[in-house]
């Protein structure tokens, strides 16, 4: 594979433009923020009361099989809802992105999302919730669709990677401060309205900074908007000479240009590789088991047996160490590559999944749990310790594969908010799944729906070993020429791709 010469693309981080990074991927923090309040409030008795009080009970006398006391579909469709709604979203998203760019489709998402908070927050009947979490799931779609795409285009080459994993960073850090805020008002009454209409803060964040953060050069030229795109890209390169890279991304917008149909681009052969690479990330994502721990983590600890305030300080731990590994892989990422990191990971979640949770839940006999609901240690040596090993077991998944920044680099500019909104949907329906079907999984498989997400782990590292390209400093209005056509398996699907047309 050819180099790129870096040093022809001028640059240099300045306020402004680190504030614009921040800003936008506060749509991260958002999306955290929702996903690890939603299994703290599952767990809080005075909600299951109020809209669940099946669930409470089964709870409450729940000695026989500890494994099914949380299996309620309503319940899970709280959770699950906002996906199947973020599904639909994101392909309106991606036509607000080409209509209108990236930052007001991010201004729209912030809206959604305040919308949702207040809904939830004030909820007293179900439908008011479902509503609140479906309002949720639309900002969500709007969010995941701009912001890792808004990061990515106003990257330089040489950070790109980094700045695009600060939307994964602040994922966990929402996600963190949502099992902070669950911990705080689990005593509260109604502990559990305060959780979810804090989700307003986050969305209120990001809705300043939708009228503060710049429009993206790509955007601008897709608008036909020429000298504001050039004076973007000095503006957040924060040098004048910048006629390299914007001469680049004009030659991009151009061949742009001349696909009328994006959708259509993307299914002829020349397309294949990019789209089917985006949707493939996704599936690895969810059925890793990540997202599934935690949406569900303070359930899953009570399930071992955890007390409710300990379970939720031990899903505080688990997004503790969800930040510290963003945090290598935002270190790692421009040095290592894309490829190595989604490797290490994957070696590191197989071996942590099979060997540790997989057969531990299994010899721990969490369907019977010794002297009602004590914390699970037989096997392991004393009570304590087995509690700690268990906290262990679970916080070593937390590093997970990128599905948010490979997506965002491999597409060309004409199939480029097509594709990742084909990404982000393929991401939100299988969330829905895993997010609707955990608990009743859980319920059927026991310790065995660990080695479910171990096969799938494999299956992923394999993947990333045989058929993922790396892209790590290359532009991404090159990644075509320099990436899919010089890899060993994907170049074949542009041999004939002269012969394409173009609409």
Not at 218 to 228: A, I, Q, R
Request: with cysteine; charged share 15%; aromatic share 14%.
């Amino acid at each position: 594979m050819s180099t790129v010469d870096k040093s022809q693309y001028n640059s240099r981080v300045t306020p402004y433009v680190f504030s614009c990074w921040i800003l936008a991927a506060f749509g991260g923090l958002m999306f955290g923020y929702d996903i690890g309040i939603s299994g703290g409030v599952t767990g809080m008795d005075e909600f299951l009361m109020k809209f669940f009080p099946k669930v409470h009970e089964r709870k409450l006398h729940a000695h026989e099989n500890n494994y099914c006391k949380y299996d309620d579909e309503m319940l899970q469709l709280f959770t699950s809802s906002l996906y199947i709604a973020a599904l639909v979203a994101s392909f309106f998203a991606s036509k607000a992105c080409s209509l209108f760019g990236r930052r007001p489709t991010i201004l729209m998402a912030s809206l959604f999302f305040i919308a949702g908070s207040i809904f939830c927050g004030a909820a007293n009947a179900k439908w008011m919730l479902i509503f609140g979490r479906v309002l949720f799931g639309v900002g969500v779609g709007f969010g995941n669709e701009a912001v890792p795409l808004f990061l990515s285009e106003i990257a330089p080459i040489n950070h790109r990677g980094a700045v695009n994993i600060l939307f994964q960073l602040l994922v966990t850090v929402g996600i963190l401060v949502a099992n902070l805020i669950n911990y705080g008002t689990s005593m509260m009454k109604h502990g559990w309205r305060v959780s979810l209409g804090l989700a307003a803060v986050p969305g209120f964040i990001l809705f300043v900074g939708s009228l503060v953060i710049t429009e993206t050069p790509p955007s601008l030229l897709e608008m036909g908007k020429e000298m504001e795109a050039r004076a973007a890209l000095q503006k957040i390169r924060g040098v004048d000479n910048v006629d390299a890279e914007f001469q680049q991304i004009v030659t991009g917008c151009e061949q742009a240009k001349q696909v009328k149909r994006p959708f259509k681009k993307l299914f002829k052969k020349s397309g294949f590789p990019a789209l089917f690479i985006s949707t493939i990330i996704q599936v690895f994502q969810q059925f890793t088991g990540i997202n599934a721990i935690m949406f569900y983590a303070p359930v899953l600890f009570q399930t071992l047996g955890f007390k409710s305030d300990a379970s939720l300080l031990s899903a505080v731990i688990t997004g503790l160490v969800n930040v510290g590994a963003t945090f290598v892989s935002i270190y790692a990422v421009d040095k290592v590559g894309r490829r190595k990191l989604l490797l290490q990971a994957s070696i590191q979640m197989f071996i942590s999944q099979y060997m540790n949770i997989g057969v531990g839940c299994n010899w721990s006999n969490l369907g019977n749990p010794p002297e009602g609901n004590r914390i699970i240690g037989q096997g392991f040596g004393s009570r304590g310790g087995g509690s700690s090993l268990h906290i262990r077991d679970v916080i070593c998944m937390v590093v997970g594969p990128m599905g948010w920044l490979i997506p965002s680099e491999i597409f060309p500019i004409e199939t480029r908010t097509a594709g990742f909104a084909f990404a982000v949907s393929t991401n939100m329906i299988f969330t829905f799944i895993i997010a609707q079907a955990f608990l009743s999984m859980l319920c059927h498989m026991r310790a065995y729906i660990f080695f479910f997400f171990s096969a799938w782990i494999l299956i992923m590292g394999l993947f990333v070993v045989f058929f993922l390209p790396e892209t790590k400093g290359v532009p991404i209005e090159l990644v075509e020429e320099r990436v899919w056509k010089q890899h060993p398996v994907w170049k074949k699907f542009f041999e004939d791709e002269g012969k394409e047309t173009t609409d």
